[in-house]
T-cell receptor, first 113, second 114 residues
Framework: SQTIHQWPATLVQPVGSPLSLECTVEGTSNPNLYWYRQAAGRGLQLLFYSVGIGQISSEVPQNLSASRPQDRQFILSSKKLLLSDSGFYLC????????????FGSGTQLSVL | AQKVTQAQTEISVVEKEDVTLDCVYETRDTTYYLFWYKQPPSGELVFLIRRNSFDEQNEISGRYSWNFQKSTSSFNFTITASQVVDSAVYFCALRLYNTDKLIFGTGTRLQVFP
């Protein structure tokens, strides 16, 4: 069966520090991968998605970047965190036709202080 | 532009009550998909249902039911005989055909008290 791993579960970082959140998927190949952010009271915002290795689409201009070095690995990064980067980050994956389900990881709570 | 509105920020009910979570969407496209997800306290989102725009048949799954009405652009979710384990944040979402972007509402926090 397919599983998605996301770590760390919580992270506290000072402003200006770098960030690296990792997400890996097991049990499937060539998934579409997504990074979402959930800010308090604002629902889920799509940040990046990837349909293949090295292919990244950015939905919102911001202080973050994403990379997909391997088929089932998706990394969210920042060179210098801002206070506004605080939030709950969720990785998700989907395989198959456009109308397939989207499966989410357990999320990372990032607090930038 | 596409948009999903969940006007109810928070709902509190007592166990065994029925509760309906509202979802209104906006799109000019004729082909799209609608979703409901549950986010329990653990954080990860759990898929509940997907509906395509051509299928307005209402769906029932156990205590859960969904009412899709294109005329009012609504996709409401009803939990019958609510239980404490139903306490979670529920998200409604929209995706256009042939896109990868899932547009979420702001969520409704449901608290079910014993």
């Amino acid at each position: 069966s397919q599983t998605i791993h996301q770590w760390p579960a919580t992270l506290v970082q000072p402003v200006g520090s770098p960030l690296s959140l990792e997400c890996t998927v097991e049990g499937t190949s060539n998934p579409n991968l997504y990074w979402y952010r959930q800010a308090a009271g604002r629902g889920l915002q799509l940040l990046f998605y990837s349909v293949g290795i090295g292919q990244i689409s950015s939905e919102v201009p911001q202080n973050l970047s994403a990379s997909r070095p391997q088929d089932r690995q998706f990394i969210l990064s920042s060179k210098k965190l801002l206070l506004s980067d605080s939030g709950f980050y969720l990785c998700a994956w989907r395989v198959g036709a456009t109308n397939e389900k989207l499966f989410f990881g357990s999320g990372t709570q990032l607090s930038v202080l | 532009a596409q948009k999903v509105t969940q006007a109810q920020t928070e709902i509190s009910v007592v166990e065994k009550e029925d509760v309906t979570l509202d979802c209104v969407y906006e799109t000019r496209d004729t082909t799209y998909y609608l979703f409901w997800y549950k986010q329990p306290p653990s954080g990860e989102l759990v898929f509940l249902i997907r509906r395509n725009s051509f299928d307005e048949q209402n769906e029932i799954s156990g205590r859960y039911s969904w009412n899709f009405q294109k005329s009012t652009s609504s996709f409401n979710f009803t939990i019958t005989a609510s239980q404490v384990v139903d306490s979670a944040v529920y998200f409604c979402a929209l995706r256009l055909y042939n896109t990868d972007k899932l547009i979420f509402g702001t969520g409704t926090r449901l608290q079910v008290f014993p």
